[in-house]
C-alpha cells in the first residue's frame, strides 16, 4: 500500500520526468551510444513542455527530432523512437485508433499499469462483496476490517475510490457510516 501512495503523489508530469531520467541513467550505464542518451534530456526538457496533448504523430515527432538532431538520418530518428517506447516514455497507438492521422504515439505514465489492474481488480472484489450482501450495504467500520485478496492498494482506498465514482454512497447512522452499492 505504501508503493501505490508514494506512485499517487507526484503529478503525472512528475513522475514523468522521474522516469525520462532513470531511463537516461540506465542507458548511460549500458554503454548506450550518445545518440540514445542524448534524446531523453531532449524528451524531458523540450518535448514534455511543448506538446501539450495525449498524443503525437510520427511526423511531428520526427519534425521535432529532426530540428533538434540536425543531419540526423531516418535511421537514427527510428532508433531514437524506439529508445523512447522502450523506456515507457511513448506507446504506438492501435492502428484503428490512429488511422486518421497515419502513425501515432501516446505519451504514457511509465509504470501506471501495475496501479490500474490494482485499482480495477479492487473495485471489482469490492462491488462483488457488496454485492453478495442483503440490500447491498454494510458498516463502514466493518468492510475497513477486511482484507482484499486481488489489490494491495487497501480497503480505505477502494471505499474513497467507489464513494468518488458514484459507485457507492455514504449514509450517517447511529453505529457509523452506513455504504451501500448504487444500483444502475
Known sequence: EEYFHRI???????????????????????????EVVSVFSWFETWLCHRCLELSITQEELQQHLTARFTGASESSLDVRISALMNAGLLTRMVAQVSNQRGTCYWFSIPGIGVLAKNLVHGRTELEGLLSRRRYCEILQKELEKRKLHNSSLGMCFHIRDLLGSGKM???????GALLRLVRN
Not at 512528475?14 to 551510444?33: I, T
Open 169 to 175: 454512497k455514504s449514509s450517517a447512522t447511529t453505529c
Open 8 to 34: 499517487l503523489k507526484p503529478s503525472p508530469d512528475e513522475k514523468r520526468l522521474v522516469q525520462v531520467e532513470a531511463a537516461r541513467a540506465r542507458g548511460e550505464s549500458q554503454g548506450k551510444p550518445e
